[in-house]
Structure formats: C-alpha cells, structure tokens
C-alpha cells in the first residue's frame, strides 16, 4: 500500500513570466528537508527529463552535517551531535571538524534555512567567544 502525500508541480504562464523549473534547485531543497525530518522519504521525479531521486536518512541532522564531509579529510569520524527541548522548543546542533579552514554554518528554524544568520548564528558567534577566550 502507498502511504503519505503526492504534490505534482506545474508552474502557470499566466502568473510566472519563467515557467523554467530548476530540477537541482528543487533537489537540493527536498534533501535538505529529508535531511532535517529523520525517517521521511521524499521523491523527486521530472518527467522532462525522466529524472528521478529519492532521499531518506534516517538519522537526520548527522547525515546532514557529514553529507558534505564525505570527500573531506574530517578530524572524527562520528559527527558530534546533541538535542535538548525546554519548554516545548527543541534544538538540535550536530557539528564535524575537517582539515579545511571554511566555516560552514547553517542555521534552520522550522525547516527553514535562515540564510541570513539571524539569532542562531549570533548565539553561536557568542559562545565560541566565551569558550575560545580565557576570562580578563
């Protein structure tokens, strides 16, 4: 039996001047949200191009943090992860060091990637101070 929910996408000419649809800019999206709800298994099917992909990882924010690691030199192989909920609000931080010198930082709230930092990456920038500094 099929379970779950099927969204077909077929862009209007009448209200988008480019009915052009990015097959990348769509997967890249859809992993990004399997990535971020362990277990949900999402397909992507372009029936232009008769290209198809499914994502699902089960362990979640981990895969998504060694996912972009795998063809780097990482200084542990297990991804250092954690989660905690006050009050009805969760937060999961999940980090892997490599070699490299590049910062990658990725801050979502509710699936949604604040690409523009916001308060995430202000916490973040404040406790690596505290802890990188010694007290005055």
Avoid: C, W
């Amino acid at each position: 039996t099929h379970t779950g929910t099927r969204i077909t996408f077929k862009p209007d000419s009448e209200i988008f001047p480019d009915t052009t649809v990015s097959y990348q800019v769509l997967a890249r999206r859809l992993r990004e949200l399997a990535f971020l709800n362990a277990g949900v298994r999402i397909t992507i099917s372009d029936e232009a191009s008769d290209k198809s992909e499914v994502f699902h990882y089960a362990g979640g924010l981990p895969e998504f943090v060694a996912y972009p690691n795998e063809d780097k030199q990482v200084l542990h192989k297990e991804v250092i992860f954690f989660s905690k909920e006050h009050n009805g609000i969760g937060v999961e931080v999940a980090m892997q060091y490599t070699d490299g010198h590049a910062v990658n930082f990725f801050a979502f709230a509710n699936s949604v990637n604040t690409i523009e930092g916001g308060t995430p990456e202000v916490q973040r920038n404040i406790l690596a101070k505290r802890v990188l500094r010694p007290p005055a």
